[in-house]
């Protein structure tokens, strides 16, 4: 058997479309993403139908980029892999046909990756992992904490039980009335203010590793809202700093207190808030010396199809295959 299996991946889940090539579930010889941003930003979020278009036309051609950058031809390749779920329905199903398209035409093997698992895995370029480890995941559809025990095992012990972290950040920016995605211009203002407004923190039941941000999201509209009935104008930045440490207190807090409990080896960031300043040096402040933290470069954390052939990698090395009848699933349950 190769050791060194080579693995071309595909992600159109949302609104990046990104094809790669994975050597071994480590290196990565080629990773090309196109973004879809500037299409959807005029409507303040993705429009499910206008991200299908894009992937539709655009796979093909960042396929055969990946493949021209990686300097492979087809027939080097051990499997083909692909984002089965969750996401946009009509976007998974552009990446699934294609890799489908593939696999079939090379008589190749081809492996359905879940999302989350490849943000997981991203860490895995950066890294390698040790087991049990605990992930962190913080992204514009997901806030997870997920237990590791082995390789290809997860384990939720903790989620959102309302908006993720990225929405929360999206939807008060805005209210602020900051352009889309909102999370790296609220970011930048928290760097520039102070925390001097008294925000909730949602720490739920004292035992519970759950999250809730829409509480906050709602605190933050009603301070604003009182500023401005009472003839005032809110600081922005001090806003904005106020309700990223809320956010990062609670994240940090269960963080800590879930892997003191798990006694688990490395802690990895994944997902797009991952690429949060303020998040990041929460983190290596509060984890510096007790666990080994993993906190992937931002263009690993954002949605890209590298993370994907990471994740396949373990996949195909328990020949976890799927069939011709594999499908885009846009409620994939990660467990
Ligand atoms: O993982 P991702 O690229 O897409 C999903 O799978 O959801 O994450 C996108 C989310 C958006 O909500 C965006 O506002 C947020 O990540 N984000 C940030 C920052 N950069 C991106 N949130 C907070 N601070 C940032 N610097
Ligand atoms: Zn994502």
């Given amino acids: 058997m190769k050791t060194e299996e080579l693995i071309l991946a595909i992600e159109t889940s949302c609104d990046e479309t990104s094809a790669a090539v994975i050597r071994g579930g480590t290196d990565i010889v080629s990773n090309v993403v196109s973004s879809q941003m500037e299409s959807h930003k005029r409507f303040g979020g993705v429009v499910p139908e206008v991200a299908s278009r894009h992937h539709v036309e655009q796979i093909t051609l960042i396929v055969e980029q990946a493949m021209k950058d990686a300097k492979v031809s087809f027939s080097d390749l051990d499997a083909v892999a692909v984002t089965e779920g969750p996401g946009l329905v009509g976007a998974l199903l552009i990446g699934v046909n294609a890799a489908k398209a593939i696999a079939f035409a090379q008589g190749l093997p081809l492996i359905g990756v879940h999302h989350i698992a490849g943000h997981i895995y991203a860490n895995q370029l950066v890294q390698p992992l040790t087991y049990p480890l605990l992930a962190l995941v913080v992204s514009g559809g997901h806030t997870e904490l997920v237990h590791m025990e082995k390789e290809g095992s997860f384990t939720i012990i903790g989620q959102t039980r309302d908006d993720a972290v990225g929405e929360a950040y999206d939807k008060v920016a805005r209210t602020l009335g900051l352009p889309y995605p909102g999370g790296p211009h609220i970011d930048r203002l928290a760097a520039a203010g102070e925390a001097t407004i008294s925000f909730p923190r949602a720490w739920l039941e004292s ?62 960031l994944a997902g797009g808030v991952a690429a949060n300043k303020g998040l990041r040096a929460a983190l290596e402040e509060e984890f510096s010396t007790s666990v080994e933290l993993i906190i992937p470069p931002l263009e690993l954390c954002t949605d890209n199809a590298a993370m994907i052939g990471a994740a396949a990698s373990s996949k195909w090395k328990q020949r976890l295959f799927s069939g011709y009848d594999l499908n885009g699933n846009p409620g994939l349950s990660l467990m």
């Fill in 207 to 268: 035992d519970s590793y759950d999250f809730s941000f829409s509480g906050l999201k709602s605190a933050v509209i009603n301070t604003l809202h009182n500023y401005k009935q009472r003839g005032e104008e809110a600081k922005i930045e001090d806003v904005a700093a106020s309700f990223q440490q809320s956010v990062i207190e609670v994240l940090v807090g269960k963080t800590k207190r879930a892997v003191e409990e798990l006694e688990v080896k490395q802690l990895l």
